[in-house]
Each structure stands twice: as C-alpha cells, then as structure tokens.
C-alpha cells in the first residue's frame, strides 16, 4: 500500500497493494494503522455507493456542519474525481484537484474535511465506493456549483453532463458557505 501526496495539502492518493494469482486478485482497502503512519489518522464511520452512467457528474458536495472526509475508489468503470479546497485558512483555498480513479488503476483517494467532492464519469458506467469520517447530515449538505467559473475545474468530458436539479442550483463559489 502505498501513499503519495497531492498537491492540494491534506489530499493522499493510495496505491494499494494488489495480490494477484490464478484465481483473481485480494486486496486491503483501508488498514487502520497503516493509514495512521501515512497520516491518515481517522476513523470511517459511513461506507456510500453510487452507481452513475456515462456523462454524469455528481458534486460539488460538502457539509458544513460535520464535515466528511472521504475515502473514495472505483470499483468499476472510471471517474475524475475533483476535490475543491474550501478551508480559507489554506495556503490552496479555492484551487481544485483532480484524479483518474478506475478499476483498472485501483487508485483511491483520501479527501479530508474541509473539501467539496464531486467527480465525472469517464466510463459507460461507475461505481465509486467511498468511505466517510462522518454521517450524512442533509441539513448540513451543501453544494458548490460543478462548473464555477472562479474554481473553473477542467473536467474532461467532451458533452454537456448529466447533472442532477440539486447540483444545477449549486452556488457559486462567491456565494457558498467555506471552512475557516
Ligand atoms: C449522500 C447521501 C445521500 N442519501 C440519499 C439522499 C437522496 O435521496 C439520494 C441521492 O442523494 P444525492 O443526490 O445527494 O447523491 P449524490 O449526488 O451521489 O451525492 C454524493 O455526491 C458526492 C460525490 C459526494 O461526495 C457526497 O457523498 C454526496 O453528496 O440518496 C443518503 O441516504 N445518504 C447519503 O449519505
């Protein structure tokens, strides 16, 4: 298993390590202790699935209020997972970052509190597997808008994507409620 930095502090991108025989392959998805010596030092409390078909993008999400850090991985297909730094306090606050995550790859992304996440799908269709820090707390869900031109992410798709109501009125960064 192994960690490497993102450029955006707090982001871990995690290679694990892949046991393959004749019969598949077995791999460790989260280990404890491990992430704690990468510094990954938490405790998942909510496990999530989504299934999405191609052109869809889903996020720009984060609670404000008991905010979620994610551990997030295809298990099928392939995304562009996109995390917004909204922690004012940050040397990187309003910049994005964003990761490859397949099935083929297995890369999985640690996002911590303090981030929106969202991601695109590159594939006919996409499972992302996340674990969370934190319940779902709807009250306290909120949404920055997918294509802000401030935060100005390139996603990769070619089409105009599939977005949910919600997602459509997400606000701008200007407007959206951030971390200190
Ligand atoms: C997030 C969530 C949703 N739901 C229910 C609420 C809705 O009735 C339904 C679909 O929810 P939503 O449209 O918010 O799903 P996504 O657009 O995939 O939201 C997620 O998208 C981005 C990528 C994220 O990082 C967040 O985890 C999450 O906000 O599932 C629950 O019951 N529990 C939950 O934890």
């Known amino acids: 298993m192994q960690f490497r930095a993102g450029r955006l502090p707090g982001l871990v991108l995690i290679e694990p390590r892949v046991f393959a025989d004749d019969r598949g392959f077995f791999q460790e998805l989260f280990h404890r202790g491990r992430f704690a010596d990468a510094g990954i030092d938490v405790d998942f409390v909510q496990d999530n699935l989504s299934r999405s078909k191609a052109g869809v993008v889903r996020g720009l999400h984060y609670q404000i209020e008991q905010p979620q850090g994610k551990l997030v991985r295809a298990l099928r297909g392939e995304v562009f997972d996109v995390a917004v730094d909204l ?32 991601f695109s799908v590159l594939s006919d269709s996409a499972d992302v597997l996340y674990k969370c820090t934190a319940l779902y707390a709807p009250q306290h869900e909120r949404t920055l808008l997918w294509n802000d031109p401030t935060v100005n992410v390139a996603w990769p ?22 971390f200190s």
């Open 87 to 118: 922690r004012r306090s940050s040397p990187t606050f309003g910049q994005w970052e964003g990761f490859r995550l397949s099935e083929d790859n297995q890369l999985a992304v640690y996002i911590p509190p303090g981030f929106a996440h969202g």
């Open 157 to 178: 798709h070619s089409q105009p994507p599939i977005v949910s109501g919600k997602d459509l009125a997400g606000l701008p960064f200007g407007h959206a409620e951030m």
